[in-house]
Nanobody
Framework: QVQLVESGGGLVQAGGSLRLSCAAS????????MGWFRQAPGKEREFVGA????????YYADSVKGRFTISRDNAKNTVYLQMNGLKPEDTAVYSC???????????????WGQGTQVTVSS
């Protein structure tokens, strides 16, 4: 079992920045790829980005590429999502997830956090 807890969400104006954190406990964190997903009201959960277990490979949705950056610190059992240039359409609940490989599919992730709300005002 891997327990995931997100933090760092909040309210920010358009153009602003936030850094989300996802702290892991339980089984060996460093063995898992990590993904970030988001879900806006009335919409399906969508892929934001992912990072390999070593942190050497990252993947992003086109909608966030160039604005968001994923990183991880395996010594701290934490993965980060740095979000710059935020837009109102980025408003959603952001969740981290752990899986065996980086993937855009929610089906590839076995463990999920509860999520943290990000609201971007115009």
């Amino acid at each position: 079992q891997v327990q995931l807890v997100e933090s760092g969400g909040g309210l920010v104006q358009a153009g602003g920045s936030l850094r989300l954190s996802c702290a892991a406990s339980g089984r060996t964190f460093s063995g898992y790829a990590m993904g970030w997903f988001r879900q806006a009201p009335g919409k399906e959960r969508e892929f934001v980005g992912a990072i390999s277990w070593r942190g050497t490979s990252t993947y992003y949705a086109d909608s966030v590429k160039g604005r968001f950056t994923i990183s991880r610190d395996n010594a701290k059992n934490t993965v980060y999502l740095q979000m710059n240039g935020l837009k109102p359409e980025d408003t959603a609940v952001y969740s981290c997830a752990a899986g065996l490989r980086p993937s855009v599919s929610i089906l590839e992730y076995a463990y999920w956090g509860q999520g943290t709300q990000v609201t971007v005002s115009s």
